[in-house]
């Protein structure tokens, strides 16, 4: 009788945890499509003043490498992001970078938000990246289950350590341009991590050779 209590509070525990999971899910995504609503509203009220925001916007898609903890392995995908440099005071202002999470990205998010504002305020050369595997970020056998065991926290951070890379060639930028990033949830934690492993994963990939000139798709 112990045998099958335990049991049976334990796939209580299980289904709870998966309610809540669900839980959890729904309300990020409906948080996520209320933020959009309110971007593509600020972006039809600016466009009724005669302004045209969306052409400071430029989408871009460079090459990631898929795995970037195997050197014998040379596979890459399309990693898209967009640019707006609407409020970068060149050469020196500083560079905001939105982490795309668990979703794709979208124009709104170098375009509406906080963060936009901030760069308004700022100077700031605004980027968002998508996550790898999600959005355009991927090849078309990218689902299969061999190759989802390079949908990691970790393979995502070194995305961002050659992305700093790829910009920071691109733009010609230098150790005046300060970088600060944004991200909610998942890649808030993301955001945070970022700043204490960027230096260490860059060295690492400089010392296998890992980091190349990437050129956009």
Request: charged share 20%; aromatic share 12%; net charge neutral.
């Amino acid at each position: 009788m112990v045998f099958s209590l335990t049991h049976c509070l334990i796939l209580l525990l299980l289904f709870s945890f998966v309610d809540a999971g669900r839980t959890l899910w729904k309300i990020k995504e409906r948080v996520r499509q209320l933020q959009l609503q309110k971007a593509k509203q600020q972006l039809l009220t600016l466009t009724a003043r005669g302004h045209q925001p969306l052409k400071h916007v430029k989408e871009g898609r460079f090459h990631q490498q898929l795995d970037h903890f195997n050197g014998q392995d040379h596979r890459t995908f399309p990693q898209r992001f967009f640019v707006n440099e609407a409020f970068w005071q060149h050469p020196d202002g500083p560079v905001f970078l939105y982490i795309g999470g668990e979703g794709p990205i979208f124009e709104f998010d170098v375009l509406a938000g906080h963060h936009v504002n901030m760069a308004e305020e700022h100077g700031a050369l605004l980027l968002a990246l998508e996550h790898r595997f999600y959005g355009d970020s991927i090849n078309p056998d990218g689902l299969k289950t061999e190759n989802l065991a390079h949908l990691s926290s970790q393979q995502a951070l070194v995305d961002l350590a050659v992305f700093h890379q790829f910009i920071s060639q691109s733009f010609n930028l230098s150790h005046r341009n300060t970088w600060i990033s944004f991200g909610g949830s998942y890649s808030g934690a993301l955001s945070a991590w970022f700043r204490g492993k960027v230096e260490d994963k860059m060295e690492t990939l400089r010392t296998q050779g890992s980091i190349q000139n990437y050129r956009k798709l």
